[in-house]
């Protein structure tokens, strides 16, 4: 797993993406929520490929800060970076933009795990 | 405008973990447990909803901050939960206590301000980026 290892995903707010739909406030603005998804999902994808067969990452931690508001209609963009290794604990930093400026940054922690043996183990919380 | 918002207000929120919830739905190589963007904004809902009644017709408050950790996995089928307490009040600028719950124990925390906006002039402004 090397550092610097990146990726970008990109969408379009629609309004099922905004404060107003997910509730997390009145606001017809691209949700904060929404945004942090968008931001794990480029730093999941970033390292996906260099994993084993049957291994997977889960976020462990987010710090988050969305410094502008996104209009419905405009595109909007996460770009992850792999900036440390350690054993199985992976840290990136995220950028998010839309087309106007930068809208949010996030240092976020992500954990190697082993898809079949994490998932016996919640299931256990189930019973 | 002054806001009658004062630290000690809470919110609490129970939610069941359904598929769509999870990292899977997100990802086919995600895992099937109740995801992170999925806690993330339960925990940002409970805190608007702690100071949403409070709040002047026409206003409402927007996400800035979330610094949140997520301590362990949700299964489908479990019911999780968040519990929002605002903690300081500095004019505009709200901070919330988060934690989150399922059936087992203590799943997640995180620390989440929040900004009071004048919905439709932050709308507005934000549409003049298109």
Redesign the interface.
Known sequence: MDIGLSAKVEKTVEYKDT?KA????????F????M??LM??AA??AV?DELSEGQ????????????A???M??KVWAQAKLVEVDRKKLTFEIEAH????LVGTAVHERFI?D?EK??A???E??K | MEFDLKPGLKARLVKTAKYEDT?NA??A?????F????L??LM??TS?KAVEPHLPEGY????????????S???V??EVWAEAELVAVDRKKLTFDVKAY???GLVGTAVHE?FI?E?NK??D???E??
């Not at chain 1, 839309?98 to 400026?101: F, I, L, M, P, V």
């Not at chain 2, 409402?60 to 301590?71: E, F, K, P, Y």
Request: a negative charge; glycine letters at 6%.
């Open positions: 404060a997910v509730a997390s406030g009145l606001a017809e603005v949700a904060t929520p929404c942090i998804a794990e999902n999941y994808l996906q997977s990452t889960v976020g462990i931690s987010i710090d988050v800060k969305h410094m508001a996104t209009p209609g405009m839309d087309e106007a400026e795990i898809e994490f998932i183990k919640v299931n919380k189930a | 990292a997100l990802d190589g995600l895992p099937e447990v995801s992170t963007p999925s993330i904004a940002e809902v608007f409402s408050a927007v996400g800035t901050i979330v610094d949140m950790r997520h301590l996995a949700t299964p089928g479990a399922d059936e087992a929040r906006v919905k932050f709308e402004k934000t549409k980026k298109i």
